[in-house]
């Protein structure tokens, strides 16, 4: 509160106060009446006030950070991480109508952007991506704004995926995908920088053998008691076209084309890629008379689940979910085991490459090849060796 006083010999009221540096200054109030003179040096420390806080709020602001960031670095404790956080509080100074958009809230935006130009199995990898990252993350940084993601806290979650048991070919498609939806925020401005650039993905070394069934153990998984008509009909089409689970449930009569199904894969919807496979009997027989959608009760259950139940139909039927091949590999059977059936069946009775390539549906024969178990074949082309008529008590290696 300012004081009053007048000069030796003066007549008017002096009033002294702080101005807003803390400083101590004086100002002539002109008044010779005490009562009127302090109020009027009320209104000094009242414009004063009023003065500092237009003039000097924000540059007052932008002052603490860079004296804080000073101290920091004069200290030796200004780490690269610190000093970008710093400079992100200056830019939300600077800009107050800057967009912020927690990590999370901007995943599932992009999710539901990408949702209508992807397949339904694309989309659920998106949806695993962002379950993924935020769990490893936590709560802290997934609800901090998307821009202050750092590639060490990447790093650490990735890390932190494989710890927990994730593949290392899961933990690059999650990568992948964070690395796609963090170059949208960048073009968005909602980051300065794609923090998922420049990581390494993981060795894929982990990665499960799969393996196909036999024909003795599909018909033991469709004549289980316990397996319902439309789980029938699913294995019995998957086996004897080679369709994914999501494509086999998603069928309706609009697929079924005389006696062949016409098909656009989920997978290759982007490519507009149709295929056509003929039906055997056994798919015909079972299709027939059906309107409208074939599994109307599995197609409106989420793809998790299917695969969950499929996994306890193998169970009952007695069918092992892992398996050891020949030469101590081990490898792991699942629904989409079937379409490496199909594709072994067909290579076992020495269907060309190409016929089978196109009705899988693969791109590419490197990708098709790895569908494709065919020991059968093997051994048959063996038999066509010429016999050398080498009398076994001779041998190669006796010298004769």
């Given amino acids: ?202 060795p894929q070394d982990d990665s499960t053998e799969r393996a196909p069934f036999t024909a003795e153990e599909v018909r033991r998984m469709i004549d289980h008691p316990q397996t319902s008509t439309e789980w029938q009909g699913a294995i019995l089409v998957a086996a004897h076209t080679g369709l994914r689970l999501g494509d086999v449930v998603s069928l309706s009569r609009e697929h079924i084309d005389g006696t062949k199904i016409v098909i656009r894969p989920q997978k290759t919807k982007r490519s507009k890629k149709t295929i056509t496979v003929p039906l055997t009997p056994p798919c015909l027989a079972w299709i027939a008379g059906k309107q409208g959608h074939l599994f109307p009760v599995l197609s409106k259950r989420v793809p998790g689940t299917l695969s969950t139940t499929f996994t306890r139909i193998m169970k009952s039927a007695g069918v092992p979910r892992d398996v050891v091949l020949p030469g101590g590999i081990k490898a792991r059977r699942s629904f989409h085991s079937l379409r490496h059936t199909f594709a072994s069946w067909l290579a076992e009775a020495d269907v060309h490459a190409d016929v089978r390539q196109k009705l899988t549906g693969h791109g590419s024969s490197k990708i098709h090849a790895k569908y494709t178990h065919h020991d059968e074949a093997l051994d048959r082309a063996i038999s066509v060796l010429p016999d050398l008529g080498m009398p076994l008590e001779t041998g190669f290696g006796s010298g004769h």
């Fill in 1 to 202: 509160m300012a004081t009053l006083y007048k000069r030796p010999g003066g007549e008017t009221w002096i009033a002294k106060f702080k101005t807003s540096d803390g400083i101590r200054t004086s100002r002539d109030t002109g008044c010779s009446g005490k009562r009127e003179a302090q109020r009027i040096a009320a209104g000094f420390e009242t414009e004063e006030r009023d003065s500092a806080r237009k003039a000097s709020t924000l540059p007052r602001a932008f002052a603490r950070i860079i004296e804080t960031a000073a101290r920091e670095a004069a200290a030796g404790e200004l780490t690269l991480s610190r000093a970008e956080e710093l400079v992100t509080r200056l830019h939300r100074l600077s800009n107050p109508n800057f967009r912020v958009v927690s990590l999370a809230n901007h995943l599932e935006n992009w999710i539901q952007q990408q949702k209508p130009n992807v397949s339904v199995s694309t989309a659920g990898v998106y949806a695993d991506m962002k379950r993924h990252v935020t769990n490893a993350l936590g709560p802290k940084t997934s609800a901090a704004a998307v821009g202050d993601l750092t590639t060490i806290q990447i790093q650490k979650a990735l890390a932190k995926l494989k710890e927990s048991g994730l593949k290392g070919s899961t933990v690059n498609m999650v990568l992948a995908a964070l690395r796609r939806a963090l170059h949208t925020a960048v073009t968005a401005g909602l980051a300065n920088a794609n923090a998922a650039t420049g990581i390494k993905p993981l």
